[in-house]
């Protein structure tokens, strides 16, 4: 493979709840050695769900990496063994309450591949409909549903600030200029 | 601030190169305690760049943190003190050797709020001119120009595989609907 950097010594740093930490010396494409700080995450998945009328539910909730609230699409990490089709149903209903019958998957992507191997995949979840919701022990947020204008507007004011909840704005905004 | 989880105590895990790792003991609010894995990062810029003909400039990198090669949009670190359009203006300089007199401000994101503070200013830079590149010492990288169905060929091969270059395609291919 082009480029390809053979790992010679892995250092395992820090084992915690969600991510692992690890260093790795590794052998560069002209011989030398370099390090490489890898987090590693077990990947996650994301959920674009727009209810029957048209809007976009998304939540608000406290991100201590960032010391702020910001407004998001549903998403969770992937359990152990867990499909990721079957992750975005349970997320989209632990956080939200909607369900939905018109589940397709849109795409997967790395969150950070300069240091981290977190892998999100992406799902519309179409014409859902609401329901009662389940958060996990240490989970406080909110809900709301947004048109594409205010949608537009929360990006322009940082309320929306993360790089998967703007590029499923964006895929939304395409799939009407698709129709 | 909503669902705000005030820092009791800090452990600095790791200080490397690129990233520093801190665990977060932190107070819920409903009182109890929890921890918080967070990686800092000193954030970064990717630039949207497109030649005179129209065509997006991607490079291909190995990224260890996925053990594979990956095409992306030029992407680098802020360097200590750095303003995010002179990092900009420098990354799409030093990886591809394009310039260009037409670089505007897009959006700013989080890459992963999840455990990360990473953010990612996004420009986009028009009519760029051909020159000579300048890597860095451990990096190695392909340059290519590619047409937007290309991007879309390379989205579903998953070749372009990260959230920022994704992002900045769905952005392009809106801009030439707004037209």
């Known amino acids: ?67 702020r609230s910001i407004i998001e699409i549903p998403a969770g990490k992937l359990e152990a063994g867990e499909a990721p089709l079957a992750c975005a149903i349970r997320e989209l209903k632990e956080e939200t309450g909607y369900s939905s019958d018109e589940i397709s998957y849109l795409v997967s992507f790395s969150t950070s591949p300069g240091f981290a191997d977190e892998i999100i995949h992406l799902y519309l979840a ?3 409909k609401p329901g009662k919701n389940h958060l996990d022990e240490d ?12 949608a537009y507007q929360m990006i322009a004011n940082q309320q929306i600030y993360d790089a998967k909840t703007i590029l499923a704005i964006y895929y939304w905004d395409l799939l009407s200029k698709r129709d």
């Open 1 to 67: 493979m082009k480029f390809y950097e053979r790992t010679k010594k892995v250092d395992e740093i820090f084992k915690g709840k969600m991510i692992q930490l690890h260093v790795e010396t590794v052998e560069l494409p002209d011989g030398r050695e370099a390090t490489r700080e890898v987090v590693r995450h077990p990947g996650a998945v994301a959920v674009l769900p727009l209810t029957e009328d048209g809007r976009l539910i998304v939540v608000e909730q406290f991100r201590k990496a960032l010391d």
């Open 139 to 150: 989970e406080f947020l909110d809900l709301m549903l947004i048109s594409k204008e205010e």
């Open 126 to 128: 179409q014409n859902c």
